[in-house]
């Protein structure tokens, strides 16, 4: 590593990043963080994951399945005995953790096990967030996956009271919360209302608390802006779309609050079992 890199770096990071430490297991700022944004190398500042490639393993480390073209280098590591890969930073050389392959965690089949305190978190700037209710979340992340200007989708929970909500829960659908989509996007590249478009087109709003065979309050059709613009952008795009329908829209506005990410085998559920 560059001396002038080390020189940057907290005796903690000098542990890691220098000494091929690893910092205690659930322990790093990263490990639960998904937000839209890069993680840098926390050495030099190159950019090393993209945040649509983590996810939560439930090892303790941030995980990712995927890595920028051309950031990390790879290391025979036989580190107490056994053989892994170390990953290292490509430009700087700083100790970043080790990679698996043959868990079967995501649909690339890969673990880059990560400390939180050899990259740093940088956000997207001027994106702005979405999120829609429109049945089963797992099908309506697939439609929404490919659409350019999107920069981040999760699944999971919003509308209800309790914390911290789990699927089980959800399922019994009396916890008032709604299966959605969380989207991180850029206004310049697709605007909201555009969003909207998409979001009549993948379902049937006129329905009430269902969606082909999926029945409860869980499964209704709601819009939670998370502007003021967004909520008069939703309420006119409703009013438009009902021209379309011989049935009345029952889809529900509601301000966002909480978005509390699902379990992990929601995330990206129908590309990891190679449905759909």
């Not at 305190?117 to 940088?122: A, G, P, T, V």
């Not at 209704?220 to 049935?247: C, G, M, V, Y």
Request: hydrophobic share 30%.
């Amino acid at each position: 590593m560059s001396k002038n890199y080390f020189r940057r770096l907290t005796l903690e990071e000098k542990l890691i990043l220098r000494d091929k430490g690893t910092e205690p297991a659930f322990s790093g700022e990263y490990n639960d963080h998904f937000e839209a944004g890069i993680f840098v190398c926390r050495a030099c500042n190159s950019p090393l994951y993209e945040s649509n490639t983590k996810f939560n393993s439930g090892c303790g480390w941030p995980s990712f399945d995927d890595e920028i073209d051309g950031a990390i280098k790879r290391y025979k590591d036989f580190t107490g005995g056994r053989e892994r890969v170390e990953i290292c930073c490509a430009n700087c050389d700083g100790h970043l953790g080790h990679v698996f392959t043959g868990e079967g965690m995501t649909k690339k089949d890969t673990r880059h096990c990560v400390n939180s305190l050899s990259i740093r978190f940088q956000s997207y700037k001027n994106l702005e967030q979405a999120t829609f209710g429109a049945g089963c979340f797992w099908f309506v992340e697939k439609y929404f996956s490919k659409i350019e200007g999107i920069y981040l989708i999760q699944v999971g929970y919003m509308g209800g009271e309790i914390k911290n909500p789990t699927y089980k829960l959800i399922s019994s659908g009396k916890t008032n919360y709604a299966e959605v989509i969380n989207i991180y996007f850029n206004p310049k590249e697709i605007r909201f209302i555009d969003l909207l478009a998409l979001f009549w087109k993948c379902h049937n709003p006129t329905l009430l608390n269902k969606q082909g065979k999926n029945i409860g309050k869980q499964y209704r059709s709601i819009i939670f802006p998370h502007t003021l613009q967004q909520k008069k952008d939703a309420q006119l795009s409703r009013d438009i779309e009902q021209d379309n329908w011989r049935q009345d829209i029952l889809t529900e506005i509601v301000p966002a609050t909480t978005f509390y990410r699902a379990e992990e085998y929601h995330q990206k559920y129908l590309d990891k079992n190679n449905l759909g």
